[in-house]
């Protein structure tokens, strides 16, 4: 409901929707597939960020996300000894710029990179 209502007026002017699912404290779950499929109609990049449920319990790339977050520090690694996170993409051309920030410009930080992809 939210999205049909909502999604002229949120992604008219946008290049970017970033979302989380489910949403932290409330737990609102959004519907991924739907967010994108509007999202990328409007020609916008979709991130979300899986830190919450992991890569064990729900895969946006799947569900039409471009780019997705994972913060390891928390749920992946239990709050203890590694400070990281996770920037997963099977699109080959986002996957290409953000090497080239890394490698080139640094601006990202090092980084564990992963070259396939399933």
């Given at each position: 409901?939210?999205?049909?209502?909502?999604?002229?007026?949120?992604?008219?002017?946008?290049?970017?929707?970033?979302?989380?699912?489910?949403?932290?404290?409330?737990?609102?779950?959004?519907?991924?597939?739907?967010?994108?499929?509007?999202?990328?109609?409007?020609?916008?990049?979709?991130?979300?960020?899986?830190?919450?449920?992991?890569?064990?319990?729900?895969?946006?790339?799947?569900?039409?996300?471009?780019?997705?977050?994972?913060?390891?520090?928390?749920?992946?690694?239990?709050?203890?000894?590694?400070?990281?996170?996770?920037?997963c993409t099977n699109d080959k051309e986002i996957h290409k710029k953000l090497k080239f920030l890394q490698l080139e410009?640094?601006?990202?930080?090092?980084?564990?990179?992963?070259?396939?992809?399933?």
């Amino acid at each position: 409901m939210f999205i049909k209502n909502n999604a002229t007026t949120i992604i008219n002017q946008c290049h970017l929707v970033w979302m989380e699912s489910p949403t932290n404290p409330t737990l609102t779950v959004i519907d991924i597939a739907a967010v994108s499929k509007i999202a990328h109609k409007k020609g916008c990049t979709v991130v979300v960020d899986n830190t919450f449920l992991t890569l064990y319990f729900q895969h946006p790339l799947s569900l039409g996300a471009d780019l997705v977050l994972h913060s390891m520090t928390e749920y992946l690694n239990g709050h203890c000894d590694v400070l990281m996170g996770a920037l997963c993409t099977n699109d080959k051309e986002i996957h290409k710029k953000l090497k080239f920030l890394q490698l080139e410009w640094f601006y990202i930080g090092r980084i564990i990179i992963m070259e396939e992809y399933s």
